[in-house]
């Protein structure tokens, strides 16, 4: 429960302009097209009419993606105001100030609220027949809520719903969305590591029927966007994820909407014996398979003894950096990471500062820059760490590198079995696997956005 939101309070949620469809403008120029033309284009038509229906559902999806980069104005946060501060502390663990900053969402719109509220409605039904009784659950508005460590870095940013019941107007539910990915390099990780791991033999689609499971580890929290993701599509995921802050799980969980029963101890165990009926109805199915515990990745990883068929690592601090210890070679961090991943298909996904190398021509790194890329100048090293520990020499592992589209950030793929062995390792044949596989996985995952713009984009092969 989060009460930051007035009670009936009426809030404003204005409309992006409507974007022009393809198709709105190819039957505009129609109009003006010769017989002749006419008559091409409704050949060409019939002839693709199969291929159009194949690919309709996608181009559909994209366009209702709700966390397409179109949507980042409105939390990007800029100098008009729209934002306002929901929680405000100073972490204990070398994140300095961490904040959560509301903003307004557009989508989904107030015509689609009372669907949401009759989904509500018969959850409720299901889960806890008779709670709905004493007064429905009403949407509230949706609003960005952007994750921010020292008032610069954004951290993470979720969809959040806001509910409250008819009966108790002034405690108001938060739930994050999600099926909503907001930041690119999320997607990035999420299409480059599925469609590896798809490549490597793995049996997923009996994972996302919920048939199998499949154990992921997620290290490093944030506003938990991508387990909740990963959990939702995949039914039978089981999702651990480590996180050292307590302030930042505090974060996700107040303001938020992450789910509080997800909250385990050092034991596995579950912190709290139960979850409260309004997470019943918000996250059953779910919440019961995420699993989120407080602690240092590198002690979480050596004291662990499950197996884990992916592993999703994006772990900076306060200071924009990537911990050393969770990339050095030597490192004990790394060593662990390789007995918890399965043997033949493992497949490990890491979040980069894709800032380009630099280093004086003495190999010193230049003053005036340690501030500005405290990372990037550290990127081939840890993709080759990477590599080196988890995949070795020879064998039929490989390692690579997608650049993520609109921000300065690398995707980090290594996998242990890509089904051919590396002498015969090429850019062409590994990309069209993945091509292949990623517009399989989008029609079954029913993703709302497009894998192949997230693998395509500068694709580089780790040596």
Known sequence: MFSDLPAGAQHRYPLLPTSLRPFDAIVGKADILSNRQNILMIFLARAVSGYLRRFSTAVRRRAEDEGDWLY??????????????????TSGKGNGVVSVVAYPSSRPSRMHWSGMERRLQQRCEEVHPGYGDG????????????????DITRQSTAKVMAAYRENVPGVVYLMQQPHCLAVPYLKSMVSAGLTTIASCNFDIMTALQGKKNMHIL??????????LFLASKIQG?????????????SASIRAMGFPA??????????AAAKPDIIDEI???????????YEGDAEEFIVNNSNLYDMIFVDAYDGDDIFPRKLWSSDSLFLKALSNRLHPKHGTVVVNLHSDADVLNPDGSDPSELEQILPMGKYVSQVCQAYKDVLVGKGGSGLAFTVAVPWVCNTSLIVCRDFGIDSEYFRRDIVINTLISKSLELEHVMDLPFSCLEYIKRGFVLVD
């Open 72 to 89: 980042s104005r409105e939390w990007w946060g800029s100098d008009s105001g729209d934002g306002h501060t929901v929680l405000r502390s």
């Open 135 to 150: 007064g429905k659950l009403r949407v509230l508005g949706y609003q960005w809520r952007v994750l921010r460590f020292n």
């Open 218 to 227: 997620c290290i490093g929290h944030g506003g938990g966007s991508l387990p």
């Open 237 to 249: 995921a089981i999702v651990h994820i480590v996180e050292i802050d307590p302030l930042v799980i």
């Open 261 to 270: 029963f997800s909250l385990a101890t050092q034991s596995g165990e579950r």
């Open 282 to 292: 918000m996250w059953k199915g779910i919440h019961e398979r995420v699993y989120l």
